[in-house]
């Protein structure tokens, strides 16, 4: 089925640990992004991409790297894990054309828990 | 810059009755407004939208209207149900070139209760 695909659902970390949170569209979607939703924030943008080789910074880029190598994946890295960083992630994307006609496509989401 | 504020929640209602969850955003050009939705274990989902000022965004029995003169895109239905229980986010996506992000307001929980 077309959409946004994230992996893993659920993955505990220790404080230190470094992992990779995927996301992959196939939707042909210029832009693609990455959300935290925290009790009480709401969703919070971490990094965004307009195309590949392009990235840049949202509102809570600390402690997050990214690249976007092609058109359909979206990487997220945490580098050294810390307990601020539990939250459920989640990759959005959208086409640069139809973002304001047709909204964001959402992955189902990564639960990450840093202890 | 952008923002996005909703009504406090948790929000719970008896199967049948209305509902509204009030929305109100600032922003500095002109925004398309949307409401998603959120299910349990679930990411997020386009409810409705609307692109410009007056349009009206409705689905699945929900409506919500763009008032440019308040700044605001409330959210209602007529007749709620048990699976109408979730989280719904209104949020803006400013049509200027080079604006990208979506700005979510914090979300509000609704239950209804048979």
């Known amino acids: 089925n077309a959409g946004v695909t994230q992996t893993p659902k659920f993955q505990v970390l220790k404080t230190g640990q470094s992992m990779t949170l995927q996301c992959a569209q196939d939707?042909?979607?210029?832009?693609m992004s990455w959300y935290r939703q925290d009790p009480g924030m709401g969703l919070r943008l971490i990094h965004y991409s307009v195309g590949a080789g392009i990235t840049d910074q949202g509102e809570v880029p600390n402690g997050y790297n990214v690249s976007r190598s092609t058109t359909e994946d979206f990487p997220l890295r945490l580098l050294s894990a810390a307990p601020s960083q539990t939250s459920v992630y989640f990759c959005?994307?959208?086409?640069?054309?139809?973002?304001?006609?047709?909204?964001?496509?959402f992955g189902s989401g990564t639960r990450l828990t840093v202890v | 810059g952008n923002s996005v504020t909703q009504m406090e929640g948790p929000v719970t209602l008896s199967e049948e009755a209305f509902l509204t969850i009030n929305c109100t955003y600032t922003?500095?050009?002109?925004?398309?407004l949307f409401w998603y939705v959120q299910y349990p274990g679930e990411g997020l989902q386009l409810l409705l939208k609307?692109?410009?000022?007056?349009d009206k965004g409705s689905n699945k029995g929900f409506e919500a209207t763009y008032r440019k003169e308040t700044t605001s895109f409330h959210l209602e239905k007529g007749s709620v149900q048990v699976s109408d229980s979730a989280v719904y986010f209104c949020a803006l996506s400013d049509q200027g070139a080079g604006s990208y992000q979506l700005t979510f307001g914090k979300g509000t929980k609704l239950s209804v209760i048979p």
């Open positions: 922003a500095t050009g002109y925004p398309s």
């Open positions: 939707m042909n979607h210029e832009y």
């Open positions: 959005a994307s959208s086409s640069l054309q139809g973002r304001t006609d047709y909204g964001y496509t």
């Open positions: 609307a692109t410009k000022a007056d």
